[in-house]
Structures are given as structure tokens and as C-alpha cells.
């Protein structure tokens, strides 16, 4: 890093470098056996430096000579945008947990004894279902220099459990799945076990269901599915700055339910969404969006920030390119109403688990729309059973304007969300 | 590099081994409304190693050629690890050959400011279409080498050029933000993104339109799909299901999946092949070695065949198709769609809504998704279809249905296929991989449609 540097500097006012590191190993299942083991190797680096006055950018996969590179970014830099921000030079942060050295010394047959288990019981529970997916542990290592002086570099780890099963039956096909994520081992494989048995006990049987508003139960993988790609297109700083997003002049006002508070928090020990600082080497730290339903701030890059008049919130992030505004890890705070309860006021309603094609609407509006890939009626204050065949349209902020009910079930998604069941008062069916 | 590669592969024992090598070469530009976001330059290089013993597989993948033999020695020490039973893999005969990538107008002769000032014009016809807030543009070119060589004793080399081109117009007002796209891609071709000037306009127009545009009641509906979302609605309703990979190892699957069966009218015949040349997702040989071929998923209504890796079509006693694909070297090859489309029949357009007293005439596409039984497609653009005519535009709407009715239910097929070729497709991770899709205008009885 420090060649690159050193060349970037004969051409270059200023340059950064920034290098990611990272070995992988997957082991993956299907029709219920092991079927492959990987390991995956890789190396990337990347390359920002500002030549009279302009950004230039380039990055490689793999090996490639230090001086290509620089040569790669002094010619974007004719084109780039006029440099904005200086890349940070002090850089000293507090620290963060996010290395288990464990986690290197799982080995590869206690991977598949674990993902074999969860497999066992879940075959054992319901005949025919056939589940694939799989354990994997990693390692990657962060690293970020720039011609200011500044250097950091952070290692972390990740453990991942991720398995669905698939029910055929009839002609008609049942998904059911969990995802579990963290920087260190995760040895007891009975949540995940438990928590894909409870969907195929809810999805025993289907239920009808007819077209109509009515009262929606969202369960943590629903929400994470459905309502939170428009809340983080919303409160990215650079839609902000486009005036795309329908919150642009809503900081400080009421736009959501009083009892929703919504977190960017990477300073949590050992999620894998933690992290000391972020991709440009700016400081990370526990950002509130949304506090008791009102609209607190927007999270920002060097770059955006620069151009809107703000500071970097530490939510740079490199996604295959440029840096561009991020969120690490978002919590939305759980409240006091168990699912089951949720369930029991409600005289007719749907719970959505899964939502499929959610994500192909209008996220700008915050519109939603999606094939219930895997959801519940409720009818007295009981789930009958599963929907088919079914979509809900709605709005996230008309959703969460007013919920009926914060669960007390919060849980991480795949390591990047956590969130409780949310009870809205009305969402719009169509069936068949 | 091939005796280099053979003496690898010969000095290991597997029952099946490959090794993949890739080096590519890609620019981007992007924009945020006036900005330019980016400008820059991506250099690869990396290699894998698979291996196959008694059933089970062993992947190794790395950055430098210098890790190559400590690679394979890896993949297959995992690869015994896991297999416990007995290997079945369709054979496939030695080929040597070398593919020089193909394009009409080679984008990365094009120079960078070329490239930026037809961008620059785009934008701006956008950004100065009254009531457009702001635009998003990216476009990305990428040549890429391919070197294979396995233990049948096949070396083939193959290069090709991909370019995309993506704008989105974005409107608002009083809180209301709407947007328009408009994707195009191609193999090796610039001039497909050159002269877009007019559906460029019309697509921020569109865009400034759909603010006043009603809101849709959603319900069952007979809907006409234009050719383009009726290509993302065959990838999505039936070309998946036609991957063999969710179907050889799960016996209910394979019932359901038997050849022979009815999933629609006589009219009906899917294609998909890489063997159809020029479109996105042609190339000569798959990344296993097998020659692209052009297969037709159903003919004349009937399930006829499907998409084959050597492993599902060993297992389920069927001929490879040549549809084993791999975004990069950092991923092993997995049954993959090439160029899917609904071949033309007779009927024009008129006739197809003329009927029709109140329907949805959905065109374009944002995207779609399928659980293999169930699907969703969602519109770039919508109209009501009313009393036989088009009538007012809506806002856009997500579809939805389920495979085993849903093709039953087109009942009319138009006379002119075009295709699309500005998408990408994903599965397990690998996305976005080039993809052509296409179909003529459809009409659909009895469609689910999202709304409020």
C-alpha cells in the first residue's frame, strides 16, 4: 500500500488507498447432505487520488502492478469530480469487538455436524422437505492509508448460519428458511432449528383469504423484507441531496409513531455489521434516525457531506466503486407486546413472514408491493394458516404513522438489522 | 498456459477436475442529476479450481496464479471430504479451441470523454425536462478472458465484451417522488447506447406524467404485457423452474416437472439457448466445457426439456445443455439461463385488445423475482385498457402469479418479438450474469395485480 502511495504521490496532490483482504469458507448443503466445500480467496484494493484538483478512481481484483494502478486513476482523474474533502489523516478510533479468534479454529467438521443437525431435525419434524444452504466462517481484514499519514486497519471475523427448507405437496411449494450471522461462532444450532420448525407449524395448512384493507402483522424477517430498503433509500444522504426523498425537509419533525426509534449502530460487540470505522476511514459511531417517531438526521460519506454542508456521519461505504453513503447495522428498538398477543386482538388480519418482489416497486415513495411468499391469516385471534396466491400493496409511512403494536421479539436478520413484529392498523390485500 | 494448466489437472486424482482462469478489464461512469459521481477503472485478475470425487464437489478460488497448484490440491482434499457416494457426470468430448470476443463497435476502443459526453447529453435532455428533480446514470463496459481447461482434456479460451447502460428520471412534487428507467445492454456493441436521444426524453416525460397519473385498485385482471416485460415474465414464470438444479435431487419436483406435461395452449413455445447467436447471453461454450445449444423448454404447450449443468443432466438421465454458468472465478458454475423467449404467433396487437372492456396493458420493466411456484414482475409502465383501447396511464403495478395456472392463462400470442437485452439475472449470490429475454406482446387472463 504504501508503494502505491509513494508512486501516486509523484503525480498526485493526494491519494488513499484502501485494501480488503478476506478468506472464506463455505461449506454448503443440498437435498438435505453436504454437497460442497469452498474456500475463496480474494484481495482487492483500491485507489482514490486527486490530481489537479479532481478525484480519479481505480481498483483491482487480484495482483496488479502498483504502478498500472496509479496510472488507471490519473487518467479517470481528468473526468472525475472536483475534490470536495480531504481524505482523513488522524486516525485513531475506539475500539470495537468484532475479532473472535475462535472462529478460525471451528473446523470443517464441526460445520457440517452443525449444519447437518439442523438439517436432521428439521427432516425429522416434517417428512419430504428437502433443505439446502450453509455454514460458512471467514475472515477479512481492512486496511486504509492515505498520503496525509493517516492509517488503520481492522480485522473481522464472521460466522454465518443460513438454511431453507422446501415442502412440495399437492403442486404447491412451501419456503421456509433462517439466517444467522455473527463475528463469532455460533455453536448451538437450536434457533435456527426452532425458529424453521414454528414456520412450517404455522404453514401446515393454507387458508383462504379475500381482497381487503385489513390490520397486518409484520414479523422481523417481514419487516426486514418489506418496509426498511425505502426507510434506508429515504434517510440516505445522497437522495437528501438529489431531493428525492420525501423526507428532505422533514429533520426534527414528526413522521412516524411515537414509539419508533430507529438506530445505525455499528459499536455493537461482535455483530457482523460492526465496525471501528467506516470504508474511508472516518470514525463510526451510533447514529439515531428516527427518535420517538421523529425524523432525527440523514447518514452521510466525505463526499455527499461535503456537497450538502454536513459532516460525514461515518457511513462510507465501497460496494464494488466509489464510496457512497451506507448504514452499518439498524435497530429498531422492540416494545412490550409478545407476538401471540398481537395475534389474539386481532379479529381478521395477515402475518407477513416473507414478501417477495417487495422490492421492485417504488422504493423513492416508500411504496411497497409484493407476492406474500410466505404469510399468515388470522381470523378470531388465530392464525389459520397459510396464504397463498395473495399480494399486499401499502406505504411505509402511512404503515408506521401509527402502529397498533411494538413486539417484544426483536432479532437480528443475517446480522445487518434487528427488529421486532410491528402490528400496523391496515394493509391492502388482493387475492385470487 | 495449457501445458501449464494440464500438468496441474494430471497431477491430481479426481474423478472430475477444472480450472478456470479470468483476467478482465472494466470502466464505469456514473451520475448522480448534475454530478459526475464517478469516473473509473477496474482491473482483475483471479483463477478457481473444482473438483469432483464420488459425489462430492471441492472449489477453491484465488487471486494469484502463483496459489494455483496449492488451490487445487485444496479442492480436492475437500472434495474427498464430502463425497461419499458415487460421481455422475455427463461425459463431453476434448475440445481445443479459442473464442475471440465479438462486437461491432468495441466500446473499450471508445475513448472515456466520448463515452462521457453522450452520457452528458442524455442527462441533460433529462435534467431539463421541466418537473424531473434529479436522474441517476451508470454505465459500465467489460472485456473479460476466460481460460478453461479440464480433465477431459478440453482447453478453450474465450474472451467477450459486455456493456450496460442504465438512466433513471426521477420527478416530484409535494412530496411525491415518481421515477422512470431505461436499461440497455449489449454484447460488444456501443452503438446500441448511441442515439437514445428520444426515448431518453420520453422517459423523463413519463416520469413528470406519472405525478398526476391515478393510483391502481389491485385485483384479477386480463393485462397485455408489451414484448419487454413479457421476456422478464417467461425468465421469471418458467425459465427458473426450467433449471434443473432445483429439480434433479427433489423427487416431488421431478414429478411435478415430467416431460410431457401440459403448462399451456398449443400456441406456446419457450426457447432458451446460447447457441442463438449475438444477443447477451450467447457464447460458444459454458463453463464446463459444453457446447451452448438452443433448447425449447416447451413445445406447442408441453413441457419438452429443460436447462442442464453435466451433473443434472447425469443424474436425471438427460443431455447436457451447455447452461452451466459462473459470474466469476470466485463462484463454481451453476445452471443458468442464457437467451429465454416466447417465440412469435399471429396475433397484432389491435386484436389482442380489442376484446378486452376493461384490462391493464402493463410495458417495460423494473424487475421481477420467483419462488419457482409463484412470481412477481413489476411494470416500468402502465395503462388501463379500456372498452378495446388503451386508455389513461396508472401509476406502475407489480404482477404476480403462479406457474402451474398462469401460462394456461395466455391466451393470445403476438407477431412481434423483440428482445431485451438491457437485464441482468441473479441466483445464489452470482448477479448480476448477462442475460438476454424476450417475447411478443401476450395477453394474460386472470392476473394478479398489486395495488392500493
Not at chain 1, 495482483?63 to 486516525?91: K, R, W
Not at chain 1, 417428512?127 to 473481522?156: D, M, N, P, V, Y
Not at chain 1, 395477515?350 to 415513495?365: D, F, P, R, T
Not at chain 2, 434529479?134 to 479440464?150: C, E, H, P, Q, R
Request: proline fraction near 5%.
Amino acid at each position: 500500500m504504501e508503494q502505491i502511495l509513494d508512486i501516486a504521490r509523484r503525480s498526485a496532490q493526494s491519494a488513499e488507498v484502501f485494501r480488503v483482504t478476506s478468506i472464506r469458507t463455505p461449506v454448503h448443503f443440498e437435498a438435505n447432505r453436504l454437497k460442497q466445500i469452498q474456500t475463496k480467496e480474494s484481495v482487492a484494493t483500491a485507489l482514490r487520488l486527486v490530481k489537479d484538483g479532481k478525484m480519479g478512481f481505480a481498483q483491482a481484483s487480484g495482483h496488479i502492478p502498483p504502478a498500472d494502478l496509479v496510472n488507471m486513476a490519473l487518467e479517470t482523474s481528468q473526468f472525475g469530480y472536483q475534490a470536495n474533502f480531504a481524505f482523513p489523516s488522524l486516525m485513531s478510533f475506539e475500539k470495537v469487538d468484532v475479532f473472535d479468534p475462535q472462529v478460525e479454529h471451528i473446523g470443517i467438521d464441526s460445520m457440517i455436524s452443525l449444519g447437518q443437525s439442523v438439517i436432521d431435525a428439521v427432516c425429522a419434524n416434517t417428512a419430504g422437505i428437502l433443505c439446502e444452504g450453509s455454514i460458512s466462517r471467514g475472515t477479512a481484514t481492512f486496511e486504509i492509508a492515505s498520503t496525509g499519514g493517516g492509517h488503520a486497519s481492522c480485522k473481522r471475523t464472521n460466522f454465518s448460519i443460513s438454511l431453507d427448507g422446501m415442502l412440495v405437496r399437492d403442486g404447491d411449494i412451501l419456503y421456509v428458511g433462517d439466517i444467522r450471522s455473527s463475528c463469532r461462532p455460533i455453536l448451538d444450532p437450536s434457533p435456527v432449528t426452532g425458529e424453521i420448525i414454528r414456520q412450517l407449524d404455522l404453514a401446515r395448512t393454507n387458508a383462504p383469504i379475500k381482497s381487503g384493507n385489513m390490520p397486518v402483522i409484520f414479523t422481523p424477517f417481514g419487516l426486514a423484507g418489506s418496509l426498511l430498503a425505502p426507510l434506508i433509500s429515504a434517510f440516505n444522504g445522497k437522495t437528501v441531496l438529489d431531493g428525492a426523498s420525501p423526507l428532505k425537509e422533514k429533520r426534527g419533525m414528526p413522521v412516524f409513531d411515537s414509539r419508533l426509534m430507529l438506530t445505525d449502530d455499528p459499536t455493537i460487540p461482535y455483530q457482523p455489521g460492526s465496525t471501528p470505522f467506516d470504508d474511508e476511514g472516518v470514525p463510526a459511531r451510533r447514529n439515531a434516525l428516527i427518535d420517538h417517531g421523529k425524523v432525527v438526521q440523514f447518514y452521510y460519506d466525505l463526499h455527499t457531506a461535503a456537497l450538502a454542508g454536513a459532516s460525514s456521519t461515518g457511513n462510507g461505504s465501497r460496494g464494488g466503486g466509489m464510496p457512497s453513503p451506507s448504514v452499518h447495522a439498524l435497530v429498531i428498538e422492540g416494545g412490550n407486546v409478545s407476538q401471540a398477543d398481537m395475534i389474539k386482538d386481532l379479529k381478521e388480519g395477515i402475518v407477513i413472514e416473507q414478501l417477495m418482489g417487495a422490492e421492485q416497486g417504488n422504493i423513492l415513495n416508500g411504496d411497497f408491493s409484493g407476492n406474500v411468499l410466505l404469510g399468515y391469516k388470522v381470523e378470531n385471534g388465530e392464525i389459520t394458516g397459510r396464504v397463498k396466491d395473495t399480494m399486499v400493496s401499502g406505504n411505509v409511512y402511512q404503515l408506521l404513522k401509527e402502529v397498533l403494536a411494538m413486539g417484544s421479539d426483536s432479532r437480528w436478520i443475517a446480522g445487518y438489522v434487528s427488529t421486532p413484529s410491528i402490528c400496523c392498523p391496515s394493509i391492502a390485500v388482493s387475492a385470487k | 498456459m495449457q501445458d501449464r494448466l494440464f500438468s496441474v489437472i494430471r497431477g491430481l486424482k479426481a474423478d472430475y477436475i477444472e480450472v478456470r482462469l479470468d483476467e478482465s478489464q472494466s470502466s464505469r461512469l456514473a451520475y448522480r442529476g448534475e454530478r459526475l459521481e464517478e469516473a473509473g477503472r477496474t482491473a482483475s485478475t483471479g483463477g478457481c479450481v473444482r473438483a469432483l470425487i464420488k459425489g462430492g464437489w471441492g472449489f477453491a478460488s484465488f487471486n494469484s496464479i502463483d496459489r494455483l497448484a496449492e488451490s487445487a490440491a485444496t479442492a480436492v482434499e475437500q472434495a474427498s471430504h464430502v463425497g461419499k457416494g458415487r460421481s455422475e457426470f455427463s461425459p463431453s468430448r476434448a475440445v481445443i479451441d479459442k473464442i475471440e470476443a465479438e462486437y461491432k463497435k468495441n466500446p473499450v476502443e471508445v475513448p472515456l470523454s466520448a463515452k462521457k459526453s453522450i452520457l452528458d447529453e442524455y442527462n441533460s435532455i433529462m435534467l431539463g425536462t421541466p418537473g424531473i428533480q434529479t436522474t441517476s446514470v451508470g454505465y459500465a463496459d467489460i472485456k473479460k478472458k476466460v481460460i478453461f481447461a479440464n480433465s477431459d482434456g478440453s482447453y478453450i479460451e474465450q474472451s467477450r465484451i459486455d456493456l450496460n447502460l442504465r438512466l433513471s428520471a426521477i420527478a416530484s412534487r409535494d412530496g411525491d417522488v415518481q421515477q422512470v428507467g431505461l436499461s440497455i445492454g449489449s454484447k460488444g456493441d456501443f452503438s446500441t447506447v448511441e442515439g437514445l436521444q428520444e426515448r431518453v426524453g420520453g422517459i423523463a416525460r413519463r416520469a413528470v406524467a406519472l405525478l398526476s397519473a391515478p393510483e391502481f385498485k389491485g385485483g384479477t385482471f386480463t393485462v397485455v404485457l408489451d414484448p419487454v416485460l413479457a421476456g422478464v415474465f417467461v425468465h421469471e414464470a418458467f425459465g427458473h423452474l426450467s433449471e434443473a438444479d432445483h429439480i434433479y435431487e427433489n423427487p416431488q419436483m421431478r414429478d411435478i416437472m415430467v416431460l410431457g406435461r401440459s403448462f399451456g395452449g398449443q400456441h406456446l413455445n419457450i426457447v432458451d439457448g446460447a447457441a442463438v447467436p449475438g444477443l447477451r447471453g450467447s457464447y460458444s461454450y459454458d463453463d464446463e466445457g459444453t457446447p451452448a445449444s438452443k433448447t425449447y423448454l416447451i413445445k406447442e404447450g408441453v413441457l419438452n426439456s429443460r436447462l442442464h449443468s453435466r451433473e443434472t443432466a447425469a443424474k436425471m438421465g438427460e443431455k447436457p445443455t451447455g447452461n452451466a454458468r459462473a459470474i466469476n472465478f470466485n463462484f463454481p458454475p451453476i445452471v443458468r439461463m442464457t437467451n429465454t423467449y416466447i417465440e412469435p404467433g399471429a396475433t397484432t396487437f389491435n386484436d389482442m385488445i380489442s376484446g378486452i372492456k376493461e384490462g391493464v396493458y402493463a410495458r417495460d420493466w423494473y424487475g421481477g423475482t420467483t419462488s419457482l411456484e409463484m412470481f412477481t414482475f413489476s411494470a416500468g409502465e402502465a395503462y388501463m385498457i379500456r372498452d378495446g383501447k388503451v386508455a389513461e396511464m396508472i401509476r406502475p403495478v407489480v404482477l404476480s402469479g403462479n406457474v402451474f395456472t398462469t401460462l394456461h392463462n395466455i391466451d393470445a400470442i403476438g407477431d412481434d418479438l423483440d428482445m431485451n437485452q438491457g437485464g441482468g439475472c441473479g441466483k445464489a449470490s452470482q448477479s448480476p450474469l448477462p442475460v438476454s429475454n424476450g417475447s411478443p406482446h401476450i395477453r394474460i387472463q386472470n392476473c394478479l395485480v398489486g395495488g392500493k
